[in-house]
Each structure stands twice: as C-alpha cells, then as structure tokens.
C-alpha cells in the first residue's frame, strides 16, 4: 500500500481533506507525508516576502490533514510548479501523488497552464486527482476499471490492497464495450471472460468484487457507472500514450485527442486514482 506520500497543495481545494481521508484507511495511516509548497521564480524582495508567508500556509495545510509538524516533511521550492511536482516525486521515490483539479477540459487546461493536468500527462507515478468541486466522502466504495491488461491488474491490486483495508468496504470492477460483443455459444461474450478474470484475480487479494459491463464510450460509461454505484473513489489504468520525445514537452495531440483517462479525470463524479504503466528502461 502507500508508504510514500507526495502532496502537491496549492492551498486551494479538498487536498488537504483527501489525504485525512487517506489516513483513516488502515493501510494509509503510517504513510509517510511529504507537503510540497512551490513558489513561483521572482525577485529578490519578493521571494522573502512570499517565504515569510509560506511558514503560515504550511501549518494551515498541516492541520487540515489531521497531522502535527513533526509528522510532515515539508519541502519548499522555488520554480515551474509542473516540473517541480515530477522532479520532486522522483527524488522523494513517492508512490502517490495527490494534487488538486479545477477540472478543466483538455484545452482549458493546456491554456490555463494548468499544473495537475501536465503531472497527469507525464507521471509514470500513481496519482490522486482531487476536483475543487467535489465533496470528499469517508472512502468505502471503490471501483476500478477492468481491460484486461497488465496495468488493469496493476489497477485491480491497487484497489483491492485499499478495499481490503476498509472494514464493510466493497469494490465494483466496471467493464466497458464500445458495441454489444457477440456472445460464444455459451452464452458468455469476451465481456464476460475479461470480468470473470477480473473477479478471480481479486478473490485471491481476499476481496469480493462486483462486475458491471456496459457498452457505448468508455469514459462516459466509466462516469455514468461510478454515479450509479455512488462510488467514493474511481481507480483507472492508463495506457495514453506518453511523449517519446521528452518529459518538458506535453504531447499536445493526446491532451487534444480522445484521452480516456482525461475525460474521466475531468468528470467523474470522486476522485481519480490513476495507475501508469511505468515507462521501461
């Protein structure tokens, strides 16, 4: 489970409520939190000015996660927040990120320079989205999304070391066609077969999982699921692929093309955990 903790807090948001909800699952609570504050390059004066407020942002963002001073590693940075967030996430070895989310679209977000979108599109890391307009329940409902993929299972792990955690917590594998597949002579469709794998893989973490299928656009079917499960927190696996030519550089025609996980990242109706396939050397 996560041991490793980097918040990326603008002081902005329901950051702060999400890690307290993080920590009350049993497997989160000796995570390890480290609380990143980025300031912008500027010059001499004003850089002491902002550092002399930082010490007062810090401490309210600590104690709106439940934590005291000394359970926090604090890092203060001056620069790029985007490259900061993935610079600091590799030094730190964080296995989660949590960042806030105006939840802009994808041109919004490229224009609005937006910050939690760019660390989406290029961490290999997972990441926990949290959208200024969401309202932050105690985690009991999870589910997660089932393609049958390396990183789907990488997904369905994540999702069940948490719901195992969670005394009565339940976890829902949603599958989705884009047409009504065909079934075999069985009766049991490729749908099925994918499902049912999903569900043993899961038993053998010790955990009961309900299979949903539907048909029609993935991230909308995703969304539209997770509203009707009432679901707390949506896990997906990603597979979008990532810039070949170089981290600094946003793969502007997968942030302008038809990113699954981009969609749900913007409309799903709790946060978002995305698990990356990590890049090979």
């Known amino acids: 489970m996560f041991r490793n903790l980097l918040i990326a807090d603008s002081g902005n948001g329901h950051v702060e409520e999400m890690v ?10 000796q995570a390890r939190v480290n609380l990143l504050h980025v300031m912008n390059e500027q010059g001499a004066d004003d ?6 407020k930082v010490e007062g942002l810090v401490a309210v963002a600590i104690g709106r996660m439940g934590l005291e001073p000394d359970q926090v590693n604090t890092i203060v940075r001056e620069g790029d927040t985007k490259q900061t967030v993935l610079r600091v996430a590799d030094e730190l070895d964080a296995d989660l990120i949590v960042m806030g989310s105006r939840g802009l679209g994808r041109l919004q977000s490229i224009l609005a320079n937006s910050a939690s979108q760019y660390v989406f599109q290029l961490s290999t890391r997972p990441m926990l989205l949290v959208r200024d307009d969401l309202y932050i329940r105690a985690i009991n409902r999870v589910m997660v999304t089932v393609d049958g993929t390396g990183v789907g299972d990488d997904a369905i792990r994540l999702a ?49 999982m309900e299979p949903i299928h539907r048909t029609g656009d993935i991230g909308r079917a995703v969304c539209a699921a997770a509203e009707e499960a009432r679901a707390d927190l949506v896990v997906i696996a990603s597979q979008d692929r990532r810039p070949l030519v170089a981290k600094g550089l946003v ?6 093309g038809s990113s699954v996980s981009d969609y749900i990242r913007v409309h799903a109706p709790a946060p978002v955990l995305l698990v990356r396939e990590p890049e090979r050397p």
């Not at 793969?251 to 302008?256: E, G, Q, S």
């Open 20 to 29: 307290r909800t993080l920590r009350d699952i049993p497997p989160c609570r």
């Open 47 to 52: 850089l002491r000015s902002h550092r002399d």
């Open 160 to 208: 069940c070391e948490l719901v195992a955690g969670i005394p009565g917590g339940s976890l829902i594998g949603v599958h989705v066609s884009r047409q009504d597949p065909t079934p075999s002579r069985g009766g049991r469709g490729p749908a099925d077969e994918v499902l049912a794998k999903a569900v043993q893989r899961a038993r053998g973490y010790g955990v009961t």
């Open 251 to 256: 793969d502007l025609d997968r942030l302008l």
